[in-house]
């Protein structure tokens, strides 16, 4: 069987779509490459699922069938798998080391890679948040004893 | 548009330019251990050398067939591809996965451009409502106050972004290929541009031609008979691996809990 879409070649859309797909693929692979947070790096990996799903709707889209758009869903449903079980790891993680830092199971590196050392670290800014203050009006009501023993905070 | 202001420019120097200052944007924008004015500054320039290196991408672009479809498109790509850098660059875990959230408002509105009405609504449902929220919960639970001393540093941040952007010059260039003509050695002889030029003449060839209409009525309809037709052990087994995944995290989670208390119980017996 020859596929007429080898020699078709695609529309404008489609290739958009496919260089959308491509950027979303690529920033979510650095994101995963460089950020040191496991969430933030599960988040990229998410990212790079989202390029590939608007590949394949792309690529349905040329051919003119349902297969990008059955393989989507079905992309749509590892990744909740996926999410479940990887942020119960995460978690487990976090409950041993107290911190979500991938560096801190560097001890499970290669044996030949050398460990990584954070040198110097870069001062938290220090400017205070501003938060929105309400003008005070009318007369501060008389304070409810009982319902301040109830709760400590609100 | 951009392309016809400066046509002395060819598209592979546009492309290489496009690397270049996605890769310079990207190092810029990623946490990198500076602090205070020079962090600013970086990130300052990171942004203005992606808004350059988008414009490229934009420029070697293809163009649509209306104005308003085109307007559209880019509106919902920006949107996307923006605030997908911004997940990657986030200091701050919570932001980027707000920004995440973001993103997938984009993606869904591309979805919806490329004819996926029932995946863009999907993605919507399932990733900000369902996945994303799980995020936020663990973020609020396993989060320390602040910004943590590993989200204001990165691994390799000059490698991974020359990684990724070397990586997105190779996909836009083998996507721009897509355009051009078969090679003749492909076509094996006459015989297959025979066939080619018979199949092409007996059925049509373009998408929107061939009896499948994405923008159908019942676009839906048709996608759960594809789905539950064609692909029915498909999702039988999906439904078995979510059904997998459920019962694993809570394994993981009780067993968990009992190493924990085994451990506290270890500490507090001497």
Known sequence: MILLADVVAPSPLVLDGLVVGAILFALG????????????MFLCA???LQGISVSLVSWSRHHGDWG???LVIFVLTVAACEAAVALVFVLQAFARTGRLDSAAWQSLRESNLSRTIDHELPAIDTVPLKFPKLA???IEP????????EREHV | MIASILPSISPGTLLAGGVTATAASLWLLLPGGRSGAADRTARWLGWLLGIVAL???????HRLGSVGEEAVFLTVALV??????ATVVSRSPVYAAIWFAMALAGVSGVLLVLGGQFLGVATIVVYAGAILVMFLFVLMLAQPAGLAPYDRVSNEPLLAAVAGAVLLGILS???GRLTAEPPACCLMGGTKAALLADSAAAEPATAAASGIDMLADNHVARLGGELFGRHLLAVEVAGVLLLVALIGSIAIVSRGAADAESAAARRAMP
Not at chain 1, 142 to 149: G, K, R
Request: no cysteine; proline share 2%.
């Open chain 1, 142 to 149: 008389a304070a409810d004893e009982d319902a301040a023993l």
């Open chain 2, 80 to 85: 996307a591809v923006i605030s997908g850098a």
């Open chain 1, 136 to 138: 005070p009006a009318g």
């Open chain 1, 46 to 48: 998410e990212l790079m």
């Open chain 1, 29 to 40: 692979l650095v994101g995963i490459l460089a950020r040191r947070n496991l969430i933030v």
């Open chain 1, 68 to 70: 990008g758009h059955v």
């Open chain 2, 55 to 61: 414009a490229g991408f934009i420029a070697t672009g």
């Open chain 2, 173 to 175: 260039l083998s996507i």
